[in-house]
DNA sequence: TCGCATAATGTAATCGGTTACAGGTAAATT
DNA sequence: AATTTACCTGTAACCGATTACATTATGCGA
């Protein structure tokens, strides 16, 4: 494999000609200019990036850490992280901590050993539940919560979830069933909230029996929605907290018998793209996922870099989409 | 930043002993050991990977070039790709190409600059489809099709696709719709080739305008599906090549009033996550990718580290999973 | 013609690890 | 006691780029 060495013996030039022929081409003769370029190409010279990181003590790469790559809400975000990295000449490093703590640890330390600059962090965090990353280390959380300390960029998942019950009560409903993701995951908390908020503005009380626990797969949602089947006095709309365990909590419903929406709305968060194709489509908050991306990258970016940051933290706005998992509610 | 000179310094050693006690602590004292600890504890030492790397001549990173990270049937291969990483010490460089030449080729050059160590392709390609990865560099085709050429895992792509129609053959179906990928997609191309055995071995004569091209998103299925809905001589089953186009698809049948599967059977291909929860449940046929990605991984790495390989191609097996799109064709 | 500014180039140090090689000590063998 | 062997350690070269500094050549004004 040949070196720049190689390169400035054939151009009969010395290293730092070839070395500024590719980095500062202005401070080279035009002579000097020529015969590096042949020499590069007549011995196919690929400059070592290893070396010429190593030297500048940066690994232009970023972790990008993700509860889960196959989540269809993540793989937005990734996507639009990826293609601003790319912009910018940085990779990006996937780090799929499957929600464990080990694995989280295990991508902090390729930062602190220097293979990567910096960390895109997707799990929403918050005082409470620690995020672990040394405060030393450029890290932005691209999907935050209310509480979330440092850098960040997110949506008021409170007000958008205030919105979506707001209109669930605007069309009748009373009782309103939530599947809510874990308990303590920040999310859940900003937008159990907005909940209450809806129903506090509407002079509706609280139910604690109405709040089924799911974990945001489909799969939960399926099994989240039997505990309203079988209850007495039935919710007339479900509001879910993301799409996935909407989608799964259909098919519960529907194999119930029980027809969306005239029987029971229900309602989801984030928009994927199934939301539009499911039956009946999903009445949901779009989250601008690429935008999200986009904004947290380039933070980072400009941290890694040592640029001033105007702002290190960032609320989207989110868009409310009705389509026709809602109705209002039946008079019985 | 401390460096191992600093830890030798003070643990009173040469670097040279510093860096055996890190790679071959056996190879050292236990009281030199013993000295070394407490010097990197006391000065907090992390080891600088971009050295080691350079050094080694190795980034121990890996490339996968995908088309698309958003697309769920290709994230569950990620994801399993990047869990095998992760276990062999090896880093995910995500090359999402977005479809494009040009990006597929800057991911390359980065294998080329030494920044990865090899690839992972997870777009089909096939003599026809050049793949543009010049041949020194280590390459694995997660993804492959019939005419793959080099070190590949892969389906039956045909046999599998000539089950499905078999299977709708059997149910009594004569005229059975395609919703295909782009023409020239090596994927298309073997399960349409699978597709035309089953219709021989049956006697069924085949018809081109029973075919609609579409490009394996959601939409272009929907799109896709009007093709049939407007014919006079409607199909009474239809082979999707994948579960999204036949997820959109469904949502112009129901649209337009005609039962799945009671009117129409529909079938898909990859079986993503959302095959078993839309409504009615898709027939279709699984991929094992978890499988897949994990031998992929460990093809890739025995080519890296210049290990022997037993067999260059690897031919796993589908499972056909019959759930509720698929029905007897209507006596009429 | 001389002095000085400017431009182009070359020499060699440098980054932080790894490792070939040499040297030294103590235990084992003759 | 002499020789061999095993084991541990240290010195310094090395990987391939970048870049500070020195050097040389050229152009310009006085």
């Known amino acids: 494999m040949s070196s720049i060495r190689d390169v400035a013996r054939i151009a009969g030039v010395s290293v730092a000609t070839v070395s500024r022929a590719l980095s500062m081409p202005e401070k080279v003769s035009a ?3 020529e015969k590096v370029h042949a020499a590069i190409a007549q011995v196919d010279y690929k400059p070592n990036m290893l070396a010429r990181n190593f030297r500048s003590a940066r690994s232009y790469a970023v972790v990008v850490l993700v509860p889960d790559i196959a989540n269809p809400f993540y793989s937005l975000f990734i996507r639009a992280l990826e293609d601003r990295a790319q912009q910018k000449g940085y990779a990006v490093l996937l780090g799929d901590t499957r929600g464990t703590h080990e694995r989280e640890l295990e991508y902090i330390r390729r930062v602190e050993t220097r293979l990567a600059d910096g960390i895109i962090q997707l799990r929403p965090s918050s005082e409470k539940s620690l995020n672990n990353i040394p405060a030393d280390i450029p890290c932005v959380n ?8 440092g850098p960040a960029i997110r949506i008021d998942n409170r007000a958008a979830a205030k919105t979506m019950v707001d209109y669930l009560i605007s069309l009748g409903h009373k009782r309103i069933g939530v599947i809510s993701g874990l308990k303590d995951n920040p999310h859940t908390v900003d937008r159990l909230e907005g909940y209450k908020d809806a129903l506090r503005s509407a002079g509706i009380e609280f139910d604690r029996d109405l709040i089924a626990e799911g974990d945001f797969t ?3 949602g399926l099994n989240a929605a039997f505990q309203f089947c079988n209850m007495k006095n039935r919710p007339t709309a479900v509001f879910s907290m993301n799409d996935e365990m909407a ?3 259909m098919q519960t419903l529907k194999a119930q018998g029980i027809r969306i929406p005239e029987d029971m709305s229900i309602t989801g968060f984030d928009d994927i793209a199934y939301a539009k194709y499911c039956d009946p489509s999903l009445t949901t908050i779009s989250q ?3 935008e999200m991306g986009k904004m947290a990258m380039d933070m980072l970016l400009r941290i890694i870099e040592g640029e001033p940051l105007s702002q290190t933290e960032c609320v989207l706005p989110t868009e409310f989409i009705i389509r026709k998992s809602t109705a209002p509610v039946k008079i019985s």
């Open 31 to 33: 002579e000097s200019l």
């Open 142 to 149: 691209a999907c935050g919560c209310e509480y979330t300390t």
């Open 218 to 220: 489909m799969w939960s």
């Open 247 to 249: 989608i799964g909590a």
């Open 288 to 290: 601008p996922a690429e």
